[in-house]
């Protein structure tokens, strides 16, 4: 079974990028079953799918974020990270990762086959 685990700060400046990593155990990200995701939750809101990465290293994004959030990985140690840059106190949310069974990026959360805990992460001076 697949595992993840989001790792980062808990709290962040505004104007400063935001760095977040998910390690993945029982699966490995350069396999073409999964779509590796990141999605956030902010405080009265739904589940925002952010952007993914493939098995090939290929990535996707978020047409309302595309500017200011990248998606890497480091296949030495199964894990890839995002980075959101310029953060705003509206950037204030749960991030998590997830894992979506397929070859094809689905940009609706929900339904994904694996989600890690999720990691508070604060906006503030």
């Known amino acids: 079974q697949v595992q993840l685990q989001e790792s980062g700060p808990g709290l962040v400046k505004p104007s400063q990028m935001l760095s977040l990593t998910c390690t993945v155990s029982?699966?490995?990200?350069?396999?073409?079953?999964?779509?590796w995701n990141w999605i956030r939750q902010s405080p009265g809101k739904g589940l925002e799918w952010m952007g993914a990465i493939a098995y090939d290293g290929g990535t996707y994004y978020s047409a309302s974020l595309k500017s200011r959030t990248s998606i890497s990985r480091d296949t030495s140690k199964n894990q890839f990270s995002l980075h959101l840059s310029s953060v705003t106190p509206e950037d204030a949310a749960v991030y998590y990762c997830?894992?979506?069974?397929?070859?094809?990026?689905?940009?609706?959360?929900?339904?994904?086959?694996?989600w890690g805990q999720g990691t508070q992460v604060t906006v503030s001076s």
């Open positions: 029982g699966g490995s990200i350069t396999t073409s079953s999964y779509i």
């Open positions: 997830a894992a979506d069974g397929g070859a094809v990026v689905r940009t609706t959360p929900k339904g994904y086959d694996y």
